[in-house]
C-alpha cells in the first residue's frame, strides 16, 4: 500500500465499485422510498458549475446572473432558497428545482394543450415577491379559498388586480384573458407550484 497521499489501487476500485452500484440503486431508491437523491447529472452538474461561475440551482446555466432575486431569497442549505414570507423552495418537480417550475410560468407557451397560467411580469423578483403577497394573504383568510389534498393545501388566492393571463392553445384562442386570481399548492411551508389563472 503506497502511504504518500494517494489512494491504493484496492481503495480506487472499491469507491468505483460503490459509485457503480449507487448509480445503479439511485433511480430504484427514488421511486420506491420517495426520497430525492441526486443522480449522475446532478453530480457532473455540481462538477461542472464548481469548476465555473456559481449559479443558484434555479438559474439556468446560460441565463444572465439575477441579483435582486438572490438578494430576495436566503438560501438555507443546498439547492434550498427560503422567500421572505417563509415559502421553501426546494428540489423537484419536472424541471429539477421548484424555482425553475415557478418562472416556467413567466412566458406563454402558446402550442401547450390546454391552459397555461403567466404571469404579466418576466422578472424572477417580482414573481417571487407576488407569491410571497398571495402565501401572506391566504395565511390573514383574506379573499382566499383553501382546499387540502393529503398533504398538501391549494389556495385559491383572489388579488382583485390582473397579475397574468391564460396561455396556451385554449388561452390564445380566447384571446389571452386576464387573471386575478393565483393558484399556490403547498405542502407545509414547502412551495410546490403556483401560477395565475381564471376561476
Known amino acids: 500500500m503506497v502511504r504518500s497521499g494517494r489512494l491504493s489501487v484496492r481503495w480506487l476500485v472499491g469507491l468505483v465499485?460503490?459509485?457503480a452500484v449507487y448509480l445503479l440503486l439511485q433511480p430504484v431508491l427514488v421511486r420506491s422510498l420517495g426520497i430525492d437523491l441526486p443522480g449522475l447529472r446532478d453530480l457532473?452538474?455540481?462538477v461542472?458549475?464548481?469548476?465555473?461561475?456559481?449559479r443558484p440551482a434555479w438559474q439556468k446555466a446560460d441565463a444572465?446572473?439575477?441579483g435582486e432575486l438572490d438578494q430576495i431569497l436566503h438560501s438555507n442549505s443546498r439547492q434550498t432558497y427560503e422567500s421572505p414570507a417563509g415559502l421553501r423552495y426546494t428540489r423537484g418537480s419536472q424541471h429539477g428545482h421548484r424555482l425553475k417550475h415557478l418562472l416556467a410560468h413567466a412566458a406563454d407557451q402558446a402550442d401547450r394543450p390546454g391552459q397555461h397560467g403567466v404571469f404579466d411580469s418576466a422578472k424572477?423578483?417580482?414573481i417571487v415577491a407576488l407569491v410571497d403577497e398571495a402565501y401572506r394573504q391566504a395565511q390573514a383568510g383574506r379573499?382566499?379559498?383553501?382546499?387540502?389534498?393529503?398533504e398538501r393545501t391549494i389556495y385559491a388566492v383572489d388579488f382583485g388586480r390582473r397579475i397574468g393571463y391564460i396561455g396556451g392553445e385554449s388561452g390564445n384562442r380566447r384571446n389571452r384573458p386576464a387573471a386575478r386570481h393565483l393558484r399556490l399548492v403547498i405542502e407545509g411551508h414547502n412551495f410546490v407550484t403556483a401560477f395565475p389563472y381564471r376561476p
Open 17 to 19: 465499485v460503490l459509485a
Open 44 to 46: 457532473t452538474s455540481l
Open 124 to 126: 424572477p423578483e417580482e
Open 64 to 66: 444572465p446572473a439575477t
Open 48 to 54: 461542472t458549475e464548481s469548476s465555473t461561475t456559481k
Open 143 to 150: 379573499d382566499v379559498r383553501e382546499e387540502r389534498e393529503g
